[in-house]
C-alpha cells in the first residue's frame, strides 16, 4: 500500500514516532533520522521488492593497486580461494657490485594493512613460498591473468608465525644454492616475484601487502670472497623507480567444490546464473556479484499510474542472512546494469551524500543500505531496468564474503521510496 507522508528530516526521529501511531507500515525504514538533514520533500511512501541473481565476476582488474593480497582463505559458504601476488622488481639503489662477490642471503619485508583468518588463535602458520619471474608484470592485469615464473627455482621456503596483528613481515633466506650464485649475474637478473602462502597445506591465512610502502622491499645481502665485508642492494617490490613504472597484480583461484557456488566450478556453470529464491551471494576476489531487477508488474504498473513521478526519496534496503560488523565486508556498491559495461550509479558519486546511506552495513537493523534516488529516477524516466548490480567495495583487499537473503524471504531486498506527482 502506498501513504501520504510529510518528512522534513531534520526532525524525522520525533515525527517518525507520531507517524507511528497513525499508519500501519513502519516509517522508520527511512532510515531513523540519520539521512542528510537539509533534505525535506511531500509526497507518497511505496516500496518495490527485487529478484536478484548470483552471477560470477570474472573481470576484475588488480593491477597497480595499494593493497596486494596474497594467501589462502576458505569460507564456509564460498569454498577456498588463493591470492597469488606477482610483482616487478625496482632497483632502489646501484646494484652493481665486483665479479668475486656472491650472494650471502635475501631478506623479504613485506609491510601489512591486514591479516585475515576463520582462525580464532592469536598465532597463525604462514608456509610462504617465493618464486622468480621470468617475464614483467604488465600494465592492465586481471584477477584471471597470470605471469611466466620459475616453479623450479624457490628463493624461499619457509614456514613462520603471524599474529592476527601483525604490521610488518620478515623473512629471511639463505639456502645453500642461494649462497652459490655469483652476486652481479643474481642481481642483474632479477625481474620480478611470485609469493604464495598456503598455497599446497591447510591452514587458511590471508596477507593485504601494502604496496604503497617503500619499505616493501627486497634486500640482497652480497658477501666478498675471504672478506667479512657484507653489501646490500634493495629492490622495492612492485613500485616505481625514477620514471620506469614497475607493476603488481593480484590472481585469484577458486576452489568451489562442495560448496553453495558448486555450480561455478566449471566454465559452462559460470555462464549462468545462480537464482537468488533463498539467498544471494557476494564474493570478492574475482568471485561473484548480486544483479537485481524491479519487480516487473510494479515497474510497469508505476510507469502507467504516475508518469511524471519525481522520485523524492529512495533507499535501497539489502538484509543479510548471517555475520555481523566483524565478518561482513563493511561497504557494498552499487552498479547500473549487469555486464561488464556496469557504470557506478550517479548517487554513490555525490560526495555530499550522508554516509551512512552509501552501501554500508547497519548492525542494528542487520541491513545494508544505500540511497539510489537518481538511480532509480533514471529507471522510471527511460522505461528500462537495465539491472543494479552489487558489488564488494573492498574486493581487491579483503576475503570477506556476504550471503543476502532472497526474494522469497520475509525480510527480502527492496527499495523503500517516496514519490510526488
Known amino acids: 500500500m502506498r501513504y501520504p507522508v510529510y518528512l522534513k528530516l531534520s526532525f524525522l526521529i520525533p515525527f517518525v514516532a507520531l ?50 593480497l596474497t594467501g589462502r582463505y ?14 616487478d ?44 619471474l621470468t617475464d614483467t608484470v604488465g600494465s592492465k592485469m586481471y584477477s584471471n591473468d597470470t605471469v611466466a615464473w620459475d616453479a623450479a627455482t624457490c628463493y624461499l621456503d619457509e614456514t613462520v608465525e603471524v ?17 652459490q650464485q655469483r652476486a652481479s649475474d643474481f642481481l642483474t637478473g632479477l625481474k620480478g616475484l611470485r609469493f604464495s602462502i598456503n598455497e599446497s597445506t591447510g591452514g587458511d591465512l590471508m596477507l593485504d601487502v601494502n604496496m604503497a610502502a617503500t619499505n616493501t622491499k627486497l634486500t640482497v645481502y652480497c658477501s666478498e670472497q675471504d672478506s667479512a665485508n657484507v653489501t646490500k642492494h634493495e629492490f622495492l617490490i612492485g613500485n616505481k623507480s625514477g620514471v620506469t613504472k614497475k607493476h603488481h597484480f593480484v590472481q ?50 508505476f510507469r502507467e499510474e504516475h508518469p511524471y513521478a519525481v522520485i523524492n526519496y529512495a533507499e535501497l534496503l539489502l538484509p543479510v542472512q548471517s555475520g555481523d560488523s566483524t565478518t561482513l565486508p563493511s561497504r557494498l556498491l552499487a552498479y547500473r546494469g549487469n555486464g561488464s559495461e556496469m557504470s557506478l550509479v550517479s548517487d554513490m558519486l555525490d560526495v555530499s551524500r550522508n554516509p551512512l546511506f552509501d552501501g554500508y552495513f547497519n548492525p542494528d537493523t542487520k541491513h545494508y543500505r544505500m540511497l539510489i534516488v537518481r538511480h532509480l529516477q533514471q529507471m522510471l524516466t527511460s522505461g528500462a531496468d537495465e539491472g543494479t548490480s552489487i558489488l564488494i567495495d573492498a574486493r581487491r583487499s579483503s576475503p570477506r564474503s556476504a550471503v543476502l537473503n532472497g526474494s522469497s524471504q520475509s525480510d527480502r531486498p527492496r527499495i523503500v521510496l517516496v514519490y510526488s506527482e
Open 163 to 179: 599474529e592476527t596483528d601483525a604490521k610488518v613481515l620478515t623473512l629471511k633466506s639463505s639456502s645453500q644454492w642461494l649462497t
Open 252 to 301: 585469484f583461484k577458486h576452489d568451489y567444490s562442495g560448496s553453495e557456488l558448486a555450480q561455478f566450478a566449471t566454465a559452462e556453470g559460470r555462464a549462468s546464473a545462480i537464482d537468488g529464491l533463498a539467498q544471494t551471494y557476494l564474493q570478492p576476489m574475482g568471485g561473484t556479484r548480486v544483479v537485481y531487477k524491479l519487480d516487473s508488474a510494479w515497474f510497469s504498473q
Open 89 to 132: 622488481l625496482a632497483p632502489g639503489d646501484n646494484v652493481n657490485t665486483t665479479d668475486s662477490a656472491t650472494v650471502d642471503s635475501l631478506e623479504v619485508t613485506l609491510y601489512l594493512n591486514g591479516v585475515f583468518t576463520t582462525s580464532s588463535a592469536s598465532t597463525h602458520h604462514a608456509r610462504v613460498r617465493i618464486h622468480p
Open 19 to 68: 507517524l507511528g501511531a497513525c499508519i500501519k507500515e513502519d516509517a522508520s525504514e527511512l532510515g531513523s533520522g540519520m539521512v542528510d538533514p537539509a533534505s525535506a520533500y511531500i509526497g507518497i511512501k511505496d516500496t518495490v521488492y527485487l529478484a536478484g541473481t548470483t552471477v560470477y565476476d570474472d573481470s576484475l582488474l588488480t593491477s597497480d593497486y595499494s593493497d596486494g
Open 74 to 87: 576458505d569460507d564456509a559458504v564460498a569454498g577456498t580461494t588463493w591470492a597469488f601476488l606477482y610483482a
